[in-house]
Antibody
Framework: EVQLVESGGGLVQPGRSLRLSCAASGFTFDAYAMHWVRQAPGKGLEWVSGTTWNGGVIGYADSVKGRFTISRDNAKNSLSLQMNSLRPEDTALYYC?????????????????WGQGTTVTVSS | EIVLTQSPGTLSLSPGERATLSCRASQSVSNNYLAWYQQTPGQAPRLLIYGASGRATGIPDRFSGSGSGTDFTLTISRLEPEDFAVYYCQQYAGSPFTFGPGTKVDIK
């Protein structure tokens, strides 16, 4: 079964850091681009960042650029998001999502597998 | 950054009716890299359409996508009870990949 399981969320004070992880199983992890998408309470979806099959960074949302860093470990079938200088507006459910393509040469497909998310709350 | 606008914000329809959802981009979406997702309360989004018109695996044929350039449409030919949800379009033609604000399809 294809599965993505996020972890690492929690309550954190503004200005602090948090590292999210996503464990992948049931598919060839190193053949696909991967993404982080977040959803603030009662709001819509926001793409946060993505990485190509071999760890190239697709980019970041303007709202997190310079504070968040995406990475992947293909040997461990794992995706991570290092979040620094957290702000209250970063409070959201963070989803890990698999792309249907590698991301090589700009080829993408859309996010065809999603985890259930991990909740990040930034508050003093 | 490509900004996506979706209309209407809310669509109130009855089961069996046809739903037409619109997504407009602030600039042309190259390669028609436009996807549609469905999200029901408490659930993760589900990919419906990729490449503007390709139906994702397991998606019923009552869902169809069309359009190119800056104007895209998701059509649900006959609404089933499970189709009442929020629908998002997303472009993945250029970073940052962006989502539209969503269209809620609710029961009339």
């Amino acid at each position: 079964e294809v599965q993505l399981v996020e972890s690492g969320g929690g309550l954190v004070q503004p200005g602090r850091s948090l590292r999210l992880s996503c464990a992948a199983s049931g598919f060839t992890f190193d053949a696909y681009a991967m993404h982080w998408v977040r959803q603030a309470p009662g709001k819509g979806l926001e793409w946060v960042s993505g990485t190509t099959w071999n760890g190239g960074v697709i980019g970041y949302a303007d709202s997190v650029k310079g504070r968040f860093t995406i990475s992947r470990d293909n040997a461990k079938n794992s995706l991570s998001l290092q979040m620094n200088s957290l702000r209250p507006e970063d409070t959201a459910l963070y989803y890990c999502a698999k792309d249907g393509n590698t991301g090589a040469l700009g080829y993408y497909y859309g996010m065809d597998v999603w985890g259930q998310g991990t909740t990040v709350t930034v508050s003093s | 950054e490509i900004v996506l606008t979706q209309s209407p914000g809310t669509l109130s329809l009855s089961p069996g009716e046809r739903a037409t959802l619109s997504c407009r981009a602030s600039q042309s979406v190259s390669n028609n890299y436009l996807a549609w997702y469905q999200q029901t309360p408490g659930q993760a989004p589900r990919l419906l359409i990729y490449g503007a018109s390709g139906r994702a695996t397991g998606i019923p044929d009552r869902f169809s996508g069309s359009g190119s350039g800056t104007d895209f449409t998701l059509t649900i030919s006959r609404l089933e009870p499970e189709d009442f949800a929020v629908y998002y379009c997303q472009q993945y033609a250029g970073s940052p990949f962006t989502f539209g604000p969503g269209t809620k399809v609710d029961i009339k």
